[in-house]
């Protein structure tokens, strides 16, 4: 039982346009929301989070937005760049809980 | 400051065989999580040590999964005997602390096990 759905598998984008990844979760303990990156033989990075006591948080430019009603957060790149091109996963945990529980992934790729 | 490294990268056994995974974390930190994903699909929580013991091991799929952290240092994760569902990457992850939204999970290269 998945309860962190990214239901987009691929994106394309052109490069110095905006990226939108979205993620929805079905469990409303959920607090705390993260995204990772991930390269190829690589493993995933964090890269950006938000707590559910906000509804944006930006951090140059990557933007996670959180809609807590709608139990669905996404993320902005903008501008896009080519070595954005890399696999995103959402991932949720509950304060009372240490595991995270992550998407399948979005493969985002930035056309230059 | 040296990464979570893991070793082997990638591992090729036949169903029945024994393999072991190895985890080194982030020097310091006390808590180790291992991850598995099968292809295309989600990341998934296999379980938690801090130091040397198992805080949470929900995430195990079966018996036939043994994961040890003797001494708190390094992990091993055993699988025996693998079958072929058992195919996938496993990533290890190291945190200093379990503080949620401020102790940043470190994710490892992953090994990737191929059962055949």
């Known amino acids: 039982d998945q309860q962190v759905k990214q239901n987009s598998p691929s994106l394309s984008v052109q490069e110095g346009r905006i990226s939108i990844l979205n993620c929805d979760y079905t469990n409303s303990m959920f607090d705390y929301f993260l995204w990772y990156k991930k390269y190829p033989a690589e493993g995933p990075t964090f890269l950006i989070s938000?707590?559910?006591?906000?509804d944006k948080n930006e951090d140059g430019r990557f933007t996670v937005f959180l809609n807590k009603s709608a139990k669905h957060l996404s993320l902005h790149i903008v501008p896009s760049q080519p070595g954005d091109s890399a696999v995103y996963f959402c991932a949720a945990s509950a304060r009372t809980g240490n595991q995270f529980y992550f998407g399948t992934g979005t493969s985002l790729t930035v056309i230059p | 400051e040296a990464g979570v490294t893991q070793f082997p990268s990638h591992s090729v056994i036949e169903k029945g065989q024994t393999v072991t995974l190895r985890c080194d974390p982030i020097?310091?930190?006390?808590?180790l999580y291992w991850y598995r994903r099968v292809m295309g699909k989600e990341i998934k929580f296999l379980l938690h040590f801090v130091k040397e013991s198992k805080q949470d091991e929900s995430g195990m799929p079966n018996n036939r999964f043994l994961a040890e952290r003797t001494g708190g240092t390094y992990s091993t994760l055993k699988v025996q005997p693998a079958e072929l569902e058992d195919s996938g990457v496993y990533f290890c992850?190291?945190?200093?602390?379990?503080?949620?939204?401020?102790?940043?999970?470190?994710f490892g290269p992953g090994t990737r096990l191929t059962v055949l």
């Open positions: 020097s310091g930190h006390d808590n």
């Open positions: 938000i707590s559910s006591i906000k």
């Open positions: 992850a190291s945190s200093h602390g379990t503080l949620i939204g401020t102790d940043t999970q470190y």
